[in-house]
């Protein structure tokens, strides 16, 4: 029974790669792969499919050294002095497609900026994306407010827009849902709920800079857009953020807010500081390095979607591992990271860890998805605080935790498994590498101990 299955899987494999003649010894031959069936998993003392490294993240530009010095020289570091970080800004709006940008200290202060500026506040309730950096709900933590998971489709990898209705409650005020990898949320979906209940929207598209979504780009599609630029971004300045959007007021109200509350735009006063505000800035060198990351930025991002179409068609033919299904509507993903989900019923049981550790051993480097973050320790220790009984009461917070289950996100966890973006940036031979190395585990999964 099971060998029809996969022989069924097989030969749709290798009619994808046009190799079906050559399926003399299968399985590998049958994924059109170049793996030796004799040779050992490294894991076991074999030899690696890869013994070559990977391009390093962040790559740095020498063009970039005059520029800094010369500001270093200025003396002018602090935003509200110098100019680079105003330019970055028209760059960055022009790149999304967006009237304003506001650039940020990190993605996690864009988050807060925005959420401020759509007016949630202390006591309400923001749906938010379970699957996601820890940032994404500390943020509203830091409101004051209450996140609510909503559970994912493990198949998208994104918040399924058919369990958001059933979390809303008198208190919610928005949405933050997460373009993970950069892989467009359902945004229609999420909008005309949004709309039916009065709700902001703010993208956390921390992961999604080039990703786009019925011609548009994430962090258009809702109210507000916010991305991140720390390090392991593609967009990389060590740390950095920026907000995006096209109504003006609510963006002064981003800049004044992001800078001590200060008069910026329409934000204006009798007093200097109109509005309540934090010190959120970029520094204009952060600004300088992200200009120079811009020139490469847009190749990069077509090499990276270029090479995980390769990816996918290549491994939905090796069972038990799922490339991600794009939501209707997603015309390109940024790839954060390149995201699979791996079963291990179709490969002997072995745990996803033992997987992850074999993949590795070949030279190739994965690593899990996110954890059961709606489980964290973070969230216990906010709700147990003095300021939230005493914010939501015990009651509203008991049935926070009874209805704190998301099985669609806890089958995500389980089965989520992710290859650096970097690997991306090579060539078509390097992904056949990282093709032989899952198909070499698959064909030697009875030599490792299944859990
Ligand atoms: C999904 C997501 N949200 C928010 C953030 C926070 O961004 P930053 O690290 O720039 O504060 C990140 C960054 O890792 C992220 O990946």
């Known amino acids: 029974m099971k060998n029809s299955r996969i022989s069924r899987r097989q030969m749709m494999a290798a009619s994808s790669v046009g190799v079906l003649a050559s399926c003399a010894g299968w399985p590998l031959s049958s994924f059109g792969l170049s ?7 490294a894991l076991l003392g074999g030899r690696p499919i890869r013994t070559k490294g990977w391009p390093e993240w962040p790559v740095w530009d020498k063009n970039i050294e005059p520029k800094i010095a010369d500001m270093y020289r200025t003396g002018n570091w602090y935003r509200n002095t110098g100019k680079y970080c105003e330019e970055f800004e028209s760059r960055y709006a022009k790149l999304v497609g967006a009237k304003h940008c506001l650039a940020t200290a990190s ?32 943020v509203v933590f830091n409101a004051k407010a209450l996140p609510v998971f909503v559970d994912s489709d493990p198949e998208t990898f994104l918040l399924d827009p058919a369990k958001i209705e059933e979390k809303i409650t008198e208190r919610t005020t928005a949405i933050l849902p997460v373009h993970i990898y950069g ?73 004044s807010y992001h800078d001590c509350g200060r008069h910026h735009g329409s934000i204006r006063s009798a007093s200097k500081y109109p509005i309540r505000g934090n010190n959120y800035r970029m520094q204009h060198v952060q600004a300088l390095i992200l200009m120079s990351q811009l020139e490469r930025f847009e190749t990069d ?151």
């Open 107 to 138: 993605g996690t202060t864009a988050l807060t900026i925005a959420l401020h500026a759509s007016g949630v506040d202390a006591g309400d309730e923001v749906l938010v994306s379970p699957f996601t950096f820890i940032a994404t709900y500390n």
């Open 183 to 255: 892989l467009p949320c359902d945004m229609d979906a999420i909008n005309s709920i949004a709309k039916k209940y009065h709700l902001k929207v703010v993208e956390d598209a921390c992961q999604a800079w080039s990703a786009k979504y019925r011609g548009k780009n994430a962090g258009m599609l809702g109210d507000l857009g916010c991305f991140s630029f720390q390090n392991s971004k593609h967009l990389p300045a060590g740390e950095g953020g920026a907000i995006v959007g096209n109504d003006e007021k609510v963006m002064d109200f981003c800049r």
């Open 301 to 451: 991002a077509e090499l990276r979607e270029q090479h995980a179409a390769y990816l996918d068609s290549k491994l939905k033919g090796i069972p038990g591992i799922i490339p991600y299904k794009p939501v209707p509507g997603a015309e390109k993903a940024a790839f954060h990271l390149y995201p699979f989900r791996y079963r291990k019923e179709d490969f002997n049981n072995i745990s996803k860890e033992t997987f992850i550790k074999a993949l590795r051993a070949e030279g190739i480097p994965v690593r899990p998805g996110y954890g059961r973050q709606n489980k964290d320790g973070l969230i216990e220790e906010a709700l147990r605080s003095r300021g939230y009984r005493r914010l939501f009461g015990t009651r509203r917070l008991n049935k926070w935790r009874d209805e704190n289950h998301l099985p669609g996100n806890d089958q995500l966890v389980e089965e989520a498994v992710t290859l650096y973006q970097n690997v991306l940036l090579t060539t078509k031979n390097d992904m056949d590498d990282v093709v032989n190395a899952i198909a070499k585990v698959y064909e030697n999964r009875s030599r490792l101990e299944s859990k």
């Open 35 to 41: 793996v030796r069936s004799e040779n050992e998993l």
